[in-house]
T-cell receptor, first 113, second 114 residues
Framework: DAKTTQPNSMESNEEEPVHLPCNHSTISGTDYIHWYRQLPSQGPEYVIHGLTSNVNNRMASLAIAEDRKSSTLILHRATLRDAAVYYCILREWSGGSNYKLTFGKGTLLTVNP | ETGVTQSPTHLIKTRGQQVTLRCSSQSGHNTVSWYQQALGQGPQFIFQYYREEENGRGNFPPRFSGLQFPNYSSELNVNALELDDSALYLC?????????????FGEGSRLTVL
């Protein structure tokens, strides 16, 4: 299984940017980089995904290193509602419709008011 | 609101019993996957169904089995329950295809095995 490495926890202040790092040195050419977050007592929620180029959406930005061995999720202005566990995941594809997500333990983000 | 609904939300079973968990996919999604999340851990992939056939499986024993129905809803069955099966079971639906993006997760079924 493709592996990712993330810090166990990070802390931020409200309305400040947050950069959540992820290492994935064993990534293969067909693996997409996905980020999900999970609030307490809820299922994971999709945040963003990318393959090679940096990506932006309404929730966040994803910066992918040129060698694809690391990436950074950027929350431009953290709010209290962004406090969650953030998972960096490699979406492995083995042909056809066969793919899976392998979750690690994620990064627990605390946002201080 | 993701549109993925799971039932029941909570249940308690005893060792050796069998359990069936149900998932209704988001409208239009033809792929469903199941995950087990133990307390304090990330979700672990159990298996995935596409067009009513299992097309991917994680490191779970055969007593974990599933079904996908023509309307793309799904069931997870666990036989001979063990204490370690206590966990949150998550269902996720998506559109098939290598370039498909996000998975939509339900809020899960919390199983306690006594």
């Amino acid at each position: 299984d493709a592996k990712t490495t993330q810090p166990n926890s990070m802390e931020s202040n409200e309305e400040e940017p947050v950069h959540l790092p992820c290492n994935h040195s064993t990534i293969s050419g067909t693996d997409y980089i996905h980020w999900y977050r999970q609030l307490p007592s809820q299922g994971p929620e999709y945040v963003i995904h990318g393959l090679t180029s940096n990506v932006n959406n309404r929730m966040a930005s994803l910066a992918i290193a040129e060698d694809r061995k690391s990436s950074t999720l950027i929350l431009h202005r953290a709010t209290l509602r962004d406090a969650a566990v953030y998972y960096c995941i490699l979406r492995e594809w083995s042909g056809g419709s066969n793919y899976k997500l392998t979750f690690g333990k994620g990064t627990l983000l605390t946002v201080n008011p | 609101e993701t549109g993925v609904t799971q039932s029941p939300t909570h249940l308690i079973k005893t060792r050796g019993q069998q359990v069936t968990l149900r998932c209704s996919s988001q409208s239009g999604h033809n792929t469903v996957s199941w995950y087990q999340q133990a307390l304090g851990q990330g979700p672990q992939f159990i298996f995935q169904y596409y067009r009513e056939e299992e097309n991917g499986r994680g490191n779970f024993p055969p007593r974990f089995s599933g079904l996908q129905f023509p309307n793309y809803s799904s069931e997870l069955n666990v036989n001979a329950l063990e204490l370690d099966d206590s966990a949150l079971y998550l269902c996720a639906s998506s559109l098939a295809g290598a370039r498909a993006g996000e998975l939509f997760f339900g809020e899960g079924s919390r199983l306690t095995v006594l």
